[in-house]
């Protein structure tokens, strides 16, 4: 089945530096990849739609110059959380439709914990 | 526009006994409805999906969910409760976009408890 794969898995950052989550799919292409972030006890909130050779779609009030998204090539795509702080501390979570006629279905990435000190 | 409620944060049941996790939806076409689990620091996993076929849905584990689009349900069953389902439960729905993709709106979750 389709595999999607997230590194690092926990990361833990002194407040003010940058982080780079890499999101990738490892038996498909995928020309869209979602972020989500999860607090503790909470649902996904879907940050952005990563789309390979064009620029990320960010949701609503989520700041697209603190969250970089790249999309460089269709099997991977990566996070960046720029100038950190402890507020951005949490879940990290990238998915992927695994193809065509599967559109609708996301495969999740284990996702990545990520601890601003 | 689409959104989908849990209408349980908790749902607590005994080892054995059956388990009921409800789910409504919203969507302005005909959407596709899923349930994924997590559990405690992993990803998510898709249990089962809906995508206009048959309306009763079976997923792995044991678990089932029927689509009801009267009542705008997407409930998931198991018969038996087993302690390892202990874990966190998603309903998602999805329906396209103009440009052709599909985004997933999650409900908040429902806690599910095993107890022995």
């Known amino acids: 089945g389709a595999v999607v794969s997230q590194h690092p898995s926990r990361v833990i950052c002194k407040s003010g530096t940058s982080v780079k989550i890499e999101c990738r799919s490892l038996d498909f292409q995928a020309t869209t990849m979602f972020w989500y972030r999860q607090f503790p006890k909470q649902s996904l909130m879907l940050m952005a739609t990563?789309?390979?050779?064009?620029?990320?779609?960010?949701e609503q009030g989520v700041e697209k110059d603190k969250f970089l998204i790249n999309h460089a090539s269709l099997t991977l795509s990566t996070l960046t959380v720029t100038s950190a702080h402890p507020e951005d501390s949490s879940f990290y979570i990238c998915?992927?439709?695994?193809?065509?006629?599967?559109?609708?279905?996301?495969?999740f990435g284990p996702g990545t914990r990520l601890l601003v000190l | 526009a689409q959104s989908v409620t849990q209408l349980d944060s908790h749902v607590s049941v005994s080892e054995g006994t059956p388990v009921l996790l409800r789910c409504n939806y919203s969507s302005s076409y005909s959407p596709s409805l899923f349930w994924y689990v997590q559990h405690p620091n992993k990803g998510l996993q898709l249990l089962l999906k809906?995508?206009?076929?048959?309306?009763l849905v079976k997923g792995i584990n044991g678990f089932e969910a029927e689509f009801k689009k009267s009542e705008t349900s997407f409930h998931l069953t198991k018969p038996s409760a087993h302690m390892s389902d202990a874990a966190e439960y998603f309903c998602?729905?999805?329906?396209?976009?103009?440009?052709?993709?599909?985004?997933?709106?999650f409900g908040r979750g429902t806690s599910l408890i095993v107890h022995p």
């Open positions: 998915s992927a439709p695994p193809g065509q006629g599967l559109l609708e279905t996301q495969y």
């Open positions: 990563s789309n390979e050779g064009s620029k990320a779609t960010y």
């Open positions: 809906y995508t206009s076929a048959a309306t």
């Open positions: 998602v729905v999805s329906e396209g976009s103009s440009g052709g993709s599909y985004i997933p709106t």
